[in-house]
C-alpha cells in the first residue's frame, strides 16, 4: 500500500485507528493508537518520511459496524487513512 500511496505522490496523510467496543476507554484508547503507529512504521519503511505521517488513536469512538456481532466487531478494529493537503 505504501508504494501505491508513493507512486500518485500522496505521501501526508492521517491514520486513524479504531477498536470494537470492548475494554476501557484508556485501553482502547492506547491499542489504537498503537495500530496506527504499527501502519505508519510499515509505511515508513517503503519510503514515507514518518514526519509527514500523522497518527491517532480513537479508540472505541466511530464504529463503521454493529458492535453487537463478532462480524461487526472485526469491522470496527481498523485503521483509516485520511490524505491530508
Known amino acids: 500500500m505504501g508504494r501505491a500511496l508513493l507512486s500518485v505522490n500522496i505521501v501526508k496523510f492521517r491514520l486513524d485507528g479504531h477498536t470494537?467496543?470492548?475494554g476501557?476507554?484508556?485501553y482502547n484508547d492506547q491499542l489504537s493508537l498503537r495500530r496506527a503507529n504499527?501502519?505508519?512504521d510499515?509505511?515508513?519503511s517503503v519510503g514515507?518520511?514518518?514526519a509527514d505521517i500523522e497518527t491517532r488513536g480513537m479508540g472505541k469512538r466511530d464504529p463503521v459496524a454493529d458492535n453487537r456481532t463478532a462480524k461487526g466487531r472485526a469491522e470496527n478494529r481498523r485503521v483509516s487513512i485520511i490524505v491530508t493537503p
Open 38 to 40: 504499527t501502519v505508519a
Open 24 to 26: 476501557e476507554d484508556s
Open 42 to 44: 510499515q509505511l515508513a
Open 20 to 22: 470494537d467496543n470492548y
Open 48 to 50: 514515507i518520511p514518518r
